[in-house]
């Protein structure tokens, strides 16, 4: 499975004072052609949706497990339920829940994920916003995932209104899921920017209360110094 290689989209917007997130600061570092993939490491040309649906193709291809995310999430709610992927990036999650009997919304701030994403599947709701700003969405839903390393490439300081915004789409005995690294080897920079500890500070006050902490997103269990967690939170 690619737990620590996983889309990490919607994650462009603004921090205070403007700063912009560490995804975009990432892509920054490797010039306008692109060329620098979001762990760092050497990317193809094109757009990023390009890139990103062209890797996990070739990881498919090479037999590895790209649909541990989804697997999980389906695991937690039952067929028919209502699954909102933050961050869908070119959609993977979203489109194989969706293939699994789920309704399906994948918010994104990267028009290029998007139109991958759109061209792939008409069977998922596809909307282009910010994930700190997701008022218009509509509605609660079931399950909200944060798939890959979408929280930790945020603007720094937007963390914790971010994650509020996500808390505010879990209708109660819903879930929030997030998968993130925690060290440099999981992630594309040279330190995590914050712990499990703040991140479940910022979950409290939001409302969601941790349910389970597990070390991959097939179910492994999680021990002291895991370079990588998913965390399931729920409103009760």
Known sequence: ????????????????????????????????????????????????????????????????????????????????????????????????????????????????????????SDAVSWVLADLADLADLGGQFDLVVAAGNVIPLLAEGSEARVVRALAERVRPGGLLVAGFGLDSAHLPLPQAPFGLAEYDSWCAQAGLALERRLATWEGAPSAPGDGYAVSIHGRR
């Open 1 to 120: 499975m690619v737990s620590d290689t996983a889309a990490v989209d919607g994650v462009g917007g603004l921090g205070p004072g403007g700063r912009p997130s560490r995804w975009a600061s990432l892509h920054a570092t490797g010039g306008t052609s692109g060329t620098y993939d979001r762990r760092g490491a050497a990317a193809a040309p094109g757009s990023v949706g390009e890139r990103y649906e062209r890797r996990f193709a070739e990881l498919a291809a090479a037999g590895m497990n790209v649909h541990g995310e989804a697997a999980l999430c389906a695991a937690l709610v039952p067929p028919g339920g209502r699954i909102l992927d933050a961050g869908c990036g070119t959609g993977r999650v979203a489109i194989r829940l969706a293939e699994l009997g789920y309704a399906c919304t994948g918010v994104d701030v990267d028009p290029s994920m998007l139109a991958r994403a759109r061209a792939a």
